[in-house]
T-cell receptor, first 113, second 115 residues
Framework: AQSVTQLDSHVSVSEGTPVLLRCNYSSSYSPSLFWYVQHPNKGLQLLLKYTSAATLVKGINGFEAEFKKSETSFHLTKPSAHMSDAAEYFCVVSGISSYKLIFGSGTRLLVRP | EAQVTQNPRYLITVTGKKLTVTCSQNMNHEYMSWYRQDPGLGLRQIYYSMNVEVTDKGDVPEGYKVSRKEKRNFPLILESPSPNQTSLYFC??????????????FGPGTRLTVL
């Protein structure tokens, strides 16, 4: 079965410092992986997705993620945090049925001035 | 503007009073899905639909019904709501089957409280 674990429920960084949000996945086949962002009182928005092409995936707003099969990880990074990045981030793996998405429990990112 | 809309955005109701949350998309997507979001649990899939008149259960279907009579609409029905269905609900849609796992476009959410 497919599953995804977000290793931190909360991450706090200072504005201008790097962001690292950690995600490990479990899948019996080559998965598709996504990061979604949810700003307060908003719906979810796709940040980036990995679908077995390049292992380093660039997304919107300066975020990127690297697929590491040997570590079963798909960590999300950004070189320099901005106040507007404060949100909840979800790591997502596609299920064995292509359209079934399995969500992690979320990581809330706090950006300090 | 391409979008997924949900109505109502907020709803407070009482136990046992049937309700429907509507979802509509204007992107001609074949796939639509309903999720509920609860603190610490992420989003869990309730039901999904691969096309008109084709629906299937997700991970937490108990207490919910759906229908897909036309491509753009995918209403979520709670026949007899209970307090454990208090949650934030999201509808999502995605392009056709040939594209494989792909971006899902989410609606703005419906916050439901069942007293």
């Amino acid at each position: 079965a497919q599953s995804v674990t977000q290793l931190d429920s909360h991450v706090s960084v200072s504005e201008g410092t790097p962001v690292l949000l950690r995600c490990n996945y479990s899948s019996s086949y080559s998965p598709s992986l996504f990061w979604y962002v949810q700003h307060p009182n908003k719906g979810l928005q796709l940040l980036l997705k990995y679908t077995s092409a390049a292992t380093l995936v660039k997304g919107i707003n300066g975020f990127e993620a690297e697929f590491k099969k040997s570590e079963t990880s798909f960590h999300l990074t950004k070189p320099s945090a901005h106040m507007s990045d404060a949100a909840e981030y979800f790591c997502v793996v596609s299920g064995i049925s292509s359209y079934k998405l399995i969500f992690g429990s979320g990581t809330r990112l706090l950006v300090r001035p | 503007e391409a979008q997924v809309t949900q109505n109502p955005r907020y709803l407070i109701t009482v136990t046992g009073k049937k309700l429907t949350v509507t979802c509509s998309q204007n992107m001609n997507h074949e796939y639509m899905s309903w999720y509920r979001q609860d603190p610490g649990l992420g989003l869990r899939q309730i039901y999904y639909s691969m096309n008109v008149e084709v629906t299937d259960k997700g991970d937490v279907p108990e207490g919910y019904k759906v229908s897909r009579k036309e491509k753009r609409n995918f209403p979520l029905i709670l026949e007899s709501p209970s307090p454990n269905q208090t949650s934030l609900y999201f509808c999502a849609s995605s392009p056709g089957l040939a594209t494989g796992p792909d971006t899902q476009y989410f609606g703005p959410g419906t916050r439901l409280t069942v007293l």
